[in-house]
């Protein structure tokens, strides 16, 4: 048999790289780890956690004015982009260090590079330094796409909004989907004046109908200028003078020839956008025209497999740019497997874990331990949240008979503040098992209820087990144990 220089070699230092090769070496396996960008990869460092701090900071507008209905004297005070931003990174780095002393502590020898499959035992860095590996468990990730459209680098992604030197007094937010609606009711919440273009007729698409609506009405609420089926269909720099110099400068024109060519060339690169910053002026398909500070894309994410010598070393690559995996994370090459986002089965940090640990269990304990995507809870930070375990009311309704218990109601803490916010739990149920296929709670704090009904959920409850749960009063999460009689049936 061939030595080889590791028994595993990860690429990428992400929450599901990172906690396979820490398994793996707590199995007594030489486990190396190459990472190009910071540890912690896109969950710690530029997605969930910087979102959810962000969600909290957003959060306190709310909160004072609600503070003032239960007989506190606040005054409104400013928020400041730079204090939080500095101690956000702070926080940051403290995080990045805990991943790499994870790997450390676990015997990982680190590589910070970047690292491509040479062939199916061997790894190529950067500076073409090879390493050999008995398993090769490719862990890359993914990273936002912008929409192919002329001018789209003047927009920024989720990645720069953790980055920026001040919070923009407008943002143009373009997508329907978790990063879009989430970061919509964010810098909502910071007092930026938000606008959500979604061209789709409502957004969140694939969640619950019901759950949907009552999102996009409390966005609409917090006042976000939420506009669906829409889209922009051109953008460029706001500033007059780039617009004039866009008129006037035909490509290689005498005018362009003379004296003033530096500067017609300074105005033209502002027009093709090379200079960054500033106003965006966009015309969207509806007509309207707007000026914004910034124009966010959340329009999703791709797989990270562009040059990584994937196809080179026989891995099958699909039409999104996914590895192509069988259920146990296995590419068409034996030694290689895949976990994460770059696979682009259910792009959540928890389920990149998972199959980390899977492969861990498959590979390194002589344990063949298939990935269960069934029934994954989840939740949408939107204000107020989405959490959601199973199926929606439409999904289950192609797939068999169902009642859908649901009820909406003002909840107790806002409503005493005046507040029209309102909040959605629902349950589908089998009408032939009495199985709950869905769970839909559209309410503050409700990321953490959906993971306790998920347990339940999981293990496969009825409608009557949830039934025989006494109510913790006063919640908003008693309802689920209350409805008694279906709201309809399908
Ligand atoms: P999504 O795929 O969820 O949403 C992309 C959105 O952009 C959709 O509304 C899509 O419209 C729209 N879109 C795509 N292309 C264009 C275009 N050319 N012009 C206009 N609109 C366009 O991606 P996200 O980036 O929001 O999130 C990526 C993934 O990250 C999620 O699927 C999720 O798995 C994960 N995530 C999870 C979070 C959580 O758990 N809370 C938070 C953030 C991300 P259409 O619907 O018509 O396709």
């Given at each position: 048999?061939?030595?080889?220089?590791?028994?595993?070699?990860?690429?990428?230092?992400?929450s599901?790289?990172?906690?396979?090769?820490?398994?793996?070496?707590?199995?007594?396996?030489?486990?190396?780890?190459?990472?190009?960008?910071?540890?912690?990869?896109?969950c710690v460092?530029?997605g969930c956690v910087p979102k959810k701090l962000m969600v909290f900071a957003s959060s306190?507008?709310e909160g004072?004015?609600?503070?003032?209905?239960?007989?506190?004297?606040?005054?409104?005070?400013?928020?400041?982009?730079?204090?939080?931003?500095?101690?956000?990174?702070?926080?940051?780095?403290?995080?990045?260090?805990?991943?790499?002393?994870?790997?450390?502590?676990?015997?990982?020898?680190?590589?910070?590079?970047?690292?491509?499959?040479?062939?199916?035992?061997?790894?190529?860095?950067?500076?073409?330094?090879?390493?050999?590996?008995?398993?090769?468990?490719?862990?890359?990730?993914?990273?936002?796409?912008?929409?192919?459209?002329?001018?789209?680098?003047?927009?920024?992604?989720?990645?720069?909004?953790?980055?920026?030197?001040?919070?923009?007094?407008?943002?143009?937010?373009?997508?329907?989907g978790y990063i879009a609606c989430e970061f919509a009711c964010i810098?909502?919440g910071?007092?930026?004046?938000?606008?959500?273009?979604?061209?789709?007729?409502?957004i969140l698409?694939g969640f619950d109908?019901?759950a949907r609506?009552l999102i996009?009405?409390m966005m609409?609420?917090q006042?976000?200028?939420?506009?669906?089926?829409?889209?922009?269909?051109?953008?460029?720099?706001?500033?007059?003078?780039?617009?004039?110099?866009?008129?006037?400068?035909?490509?290689?024109?005498?005018?362009?020839?003379?004296?003033?060519?530096?500067?017609?060339?300074?105005?033209?690169?502002?027009?093709?956008?090379?200079?960054?910053?500033?106003?965006?002026?966009?015309?969207?398909?509806?007509?309207?025209?707007?000026?914004?500070?910034?124009?966010?894309?959340?329009?999703?994410?791709?797989?990270?497999?562009?040059?990584?010598?994937?196809?080179?070393?026989?891995?099958?690559?699909?039409?999104?740019?996914?590895?192509?995996?069988?259920?146990?994370?296995?590419?068409?090459?034996?030694?290689?497997?895949?976990?994460?986002?770059?696979?682009?089965?259910v792009n959540l940090t928890p389920v990149?874990i998972?199959?980390?640990?899977?492969?861990?269990?498959?590979?390194?304990?002589?344990?063949?331990?298939?990935?269960?995507?069934?029934l994954i809870p989840s939740a949408v930070f939107t204000q107020p949240e989405y959490g959601t375990v199973g199926?929606t009311?439409?999904?289950?309704?192609?797939?068999?008979?169902?009642?859908?218990?649901?009820?909406?109601?003002?909840p107790?803490q806002t409503?005493?503040?005046?507040?029209?916010g309102r909040v959605l739990m629902k349950l589908?149920?089998?009408?032939?098992?009495?199985?709950?296929?869905g769970c839909h709670i559209v309410a503050p704090g409700a990321g953490e209820m959906i993971q306790l009904a998920g347990i339940a959920v999981k293990?496969?409850?009825?409608?009557?087990?949830?039934?025989?749960?006494?109510?913790v009063?006063?919640t908003m999460s008693e309802e689920i144990?209350?409805?008694?009689?279906?709201?309809?049936?399908?």
């Amino acid at each position: 048999m061939a030595d080889f220089d590791y028994d595993l070699f990860v690429i990428g230092g992400g929450s599901g790289g990172v906690r396979a090769a820490r398994v793996a070496a707590a199995t007594g396996a030489k486990v190396a780890l190459a990472e190009d960008n910071r540890m912690g990869g896109t969950c710690v460092i530029r997605g969930c956690v910087p979102k959810k701090l962000m969600v909290f900071a957003s959060s306190y507008r709310e909160g004072f004015s609600d503070a003032r209905a239960y007989g506190w004297e606040v005054q409104d005070g400013a928020f400041h982009w730079d204090v939080f931003r500095d101690h956000l990174h702070k926080e940051l780095d403290r995080l990045e260090q805990v991943y790499r002393n994870l790997l450390d502590g676990s015997g990982v020898e680190i590589f910070d590079s970047r690292a491509r499959l040479a062939d199916a035992h061997t790894i190529q860095f950067g500076n073409g330094v090879t390493k050999t590996a008995k398993h090769i468990l490719v862990a890359t990730g993914g990273h936002p796409v912008k929409p192919d459209m002329p001018n789209a680098h003047l927009g920024i992604v989720s990645d720069d909004i953790f980055n920026l030197d001040t919070l923009p007094k407008s943002i143009l937010i373009v997508g329907g989907g978790y990063i879009a609606c989430e970061f919509a009711c964010i810098m909502a919440g910071l007092g930026v004046e938000v606008t959500q273009f979604y061209r789709g007729a409502q957004i969140l698409r694939g969640f619950d109908d019901e759950a949907r609506g009552l999102i996009a009405e409390m966005m609409r609420a917090q006042g976000i200028d939420l506009h669906t089926g829409t889209n922009i269909v051109d953008m460029k720099p706001a500033a007059a003078d780039a617009q004039d110099a866009q008129k006037v400068i035909p490509t290689g024109s005498d005018a362009a020839m003379g004296a003033d060519v530096k500067q017609m060339q300074a105005l033209q690169d502002d027009v093709n956008g090379d200079v960054e910053g500033g106003p965006i002026w966009v015309k969207s398909t509806n007509g309207r025209e707007g000026v914004f500070d910034q124009v966010l894309f959340a329009t999703g994410r791709a797989p990270n497999t562009i040059d990584m010598g994937l196809e080179e070393a026989g891995i099958e690559v699909g039409r999104r740019g996914e590895v192509v995996v069988d259920e146990y994370s296995q590419t068409a090459v034996p030694s290689v497997y895949a976990i994460g986002d770059v696979t682009n089965r259910v792009n959540l940090t928890p389920v990149a874990i998972r199959e980390g640990m899977a492969f861990v269990e498959t590979v390194f304990n002589g344990n063949p331990t298939p990935i269960d995507h069934d029934l994954i809870p989840s939740a949408v930070f939107t204000q107020p949240e989405y959490g959601t375990v199973g199926l929606t009311e439409e999904a289950a309704r192609e797939q068999e008979e169902i009642e859908v218990y649901c009820t909406s109601f003002r909840p107790m803490q806002t409503a005493f503040a005046g507040k029209p916010g309102r909040v959605l739990m629902k349950l589908i149920v089998s009408k032939k098992t009495r199985k709950i296929l869905g769970c839909h709670i559209v309410a503050p704090g409700a990321g953490e209820m959906i993971q306790l009904a998920g347990i339940a959920v999981k293990m496969g409850a009825t409608k009557e087990d949830f039934d025989r749960t006494v109510a913790v009063h006063p919640t908003m999460s008693e309802e689920i144990v209350t409805m008694r009689e279906p709201m309809r049936t399908a």
